[in-house]
């Protein structure tokens, strides 16, 4: 079973720049897509972009194109999410999930329910 676990969260100011890491317990570049998702006090979870770990394709939602990227580091089995320009909005619980590619239809990324494999979460905070 697949372990993940979620670094690299705190409390920035408007306009700053963090970077969260998602490490895996095992390799899974060959055979996972993995998303981030954020989940705000009160508010359900939702998506923030996914990459496809064969291919490296990536997507993310119209709220953070241009501020946000996805990417990977094969060899430390870590994805990871750069988040610049920071907006008070970004303020959430940060998750990152996994599936299997076999298992999980790449069109479907954006529901929550498609991943068995979660981290903790990390904490984003962004003031104004």
């Known amino acids: 079973q697949v372990q993940l676990v979620e670094s690299g969260g705190g409390l920035v100011q408007a306009g700053a720049s963090l970077r969260l890491s998602c490490t895996a317990s095992?390799?899974?570049?060959?055979?996972?897509?993995m998303a981030w998702f954020r989940q705000a006090p009160g508010r359900e979870r939702v998506p923030v972009g996914a990459i496809n770990l064969s291919t490296t394709n990536t997507i993310l939602v119209d709220s953070v194109k241009g501020r946000f990227t996805i990417s990977r580091d094969n060899a430390r089995n870590t994805v990871y999410l750069q988040m610049d320009s920071l907006k008070p909005e970004d303020t959430a619980v940060y998750f990152c999930?996994?599936?299997?590619?076999?298992?999980?239809?790449?069109?479907?990324?954006?529901?929550?329910?498609?991943?068995?494999?979660w981290g903790q979460g990390t904490q984003v905070t962004v003031s104004s």
């Open positions: 095992e390799r899974i570049i060959d055979n996972y897509n």
């Open positions: 999930a996994a599936e299997l590619a076999g298992r999980l239809k790449y069109s479907r990324w954006a529901y929550p329910n498609e991943y068995r494999y």
